[in-house]
């Protein structure tokens, strides 16, 4: 091991930026569809197996795309009018599809609470990490979640042509996250990361002003609930979303991953935002993991660290997305190495 795993409170200390010199890791290890299949587990262990983990991560039974993983049948995003039938929840046509079957869906929305047993994988993680940070996880918060039960087309329009039905669905989402939240809590996390894809290459996939009436509350009211669970607030966000940075340091963000290579200038986010957030700061996996050469991949963390590093701390490191299956193995080895030797 190049070093030993951060204790907890060493990444409560990071993330709050109370403590320099630490920039765990977490997230670094991401094989992308396709990694594994092209170099073997093996492979990818070997390169692997000496650099740590700083966070830990669990996850809870989460509901099915169109069936459900429990005897509960209603666990999953589907209704009784589309579950089972072929594809999935995130296709891009959607699953609820017509407003005037809102009704029945709300009626047999998946409820964590009535579902024994799904948080005990989560409390078998925290069990086996005394000590350790551990980060409750899942994927899709609030637009990802809209577009996979609407549709990405749909639920664009929706924001304009059906407010209220998209503002009714949408407390039904953050009422589900809640107790998801709850559960992870029982359970003993200390962090929930989830992810929302808000923008494209160059901007929003919204105005501004559409997040602020539509997102922004959902996210203020399920940030206020994680806070009162004693839990840090983590979010995966793809995309150049500067727009809108201000608004989640506003409600109380406390970590905000990737900050995205090419889609987002480093430097003026660092100058404007440093300090303020923690950046979980995501290595290009677009271009320079996969294209460049392990010393120009050993540069780009220590750039990454020179632009977000601060004294009192605030920074983690991690991969942008997925590493891709075209990556060189040395270059990811490069990469996992120097965000291991990494002391501010």
């Given at each position: 091991m190049l070093r030993q795993p951060y204790d907890k409170q060493t990444v409560i200390d990071v993330i709050e930026r109370r403590r320099g010199g630490a920039v765990p890791l977490a997230f670094h290890k991401w094989w992308g569809e396709g990694l594994e299949e092209k170099y073997g587990h093996d492979s990818l262990e070997n390169i692997s197996a000496d650099i740590p983990d700083d966070v830990v991560t669990a996850g809870f039974i989460t509901p099915g795309d169109r069936q459900s993983p429990t005897d509960d049948p209603t666990y999953c995003w589907s209704y009784s009018g589309t579950r089972g039938s072929q594809g999935t929840a995130k296709d891009a046509g959607g699953i609820l599809t017509d407003w005037e079957e809102l009704p029945r869906y709300l009626e047999e929305f998946p409820d964590p609470e009535k579902q024994p047993g799904i948080f005990e994988p989560a409390k078998q993680v925290v069990d086996a990490h005394g000590g350790r940070y551990v980060l409750g996880h899942w994927w899709f918060c609030?637009?990802?979640?809209?577009?996979?039960?609407?549709?990405?087309?749909?639920?664009?329009?929706?924001?304009?042509?059906?407010?209220?039905?998209?503002?009714?669905?949408?407390?039904?989402?953050?009422?589900?996250?809640?107790?998801?939240?709850?559960?992870?809590?029982?359970?003993?996390?200390?962090?929930?990361?989830?992810?929302?894809?808000?923008?494209?290459?160059?901007?929003?996939?919204?105005?501004?002003?559409?997040?602020?009436?539509?997102?922004?509350?959902?996210?203020?009211?399920?940030?206020?609930?994680?806070?009162?669970?004693?839990?840090?607030?983590?979010?995966?966000?793809?995309?150049?979303?500067?727009?809108?940075?201000?608004?989640?340091?506003?409600i109380g963000l406390d970590v905000i991953h990737p900050i995205q290579a090419g889609t987002m200038d480093l430097e003026e986010v660092s100058a404007a935002y440093g300090g303020r957030i923690t950046f979980f700061a995501g290595f290009d996996v677009q271009h320079l993991l996969p294209e460049g050469t392990p010393q120009q991949v050993r540069q780009g963390v220590r750039d990454l660290v020179r632009i977000f590093g601060r004294p009192e701390g605030g920074l983690m490191l991690a991969a942008g997305n997925g590493i891709l299956p075209g990556t060189p193995l040395e270059n990811i080895r490069a990469f996992l190495d120097e965000a291991a030797r990494i002391h501010l």
């Open positions: 609030f637009y990802e979640r809209l577009w996979a039960i609407r549709g990405m087309e749909n639920v664009l329009m929706d924001f304009l042509l059906h407010p209220e039905e998209l503002k009714a669905l949408s407390r039904a989402i953050l009422e589900h996250h809640k107790k998801a939240v709850r559960g992870l809590a029982a359970a003993g996390v200390d962090g929930i990361f989830v992810s929302d894809d808000l923008g494209a290459q160059s901007a929003l996939m919204m105005s501004p002003d559409v997040f602020r009436t539509f997102l922004k509350p959902l996210y203020r009211e399920l940030i206020e609930e994680i806070h009162s669970c004693g839990m840090h607030f983590w979010l995966h966000t793809c995309g150049n979303v500067t727009q809108i940075v201000d608004d989640f340091i506003e």
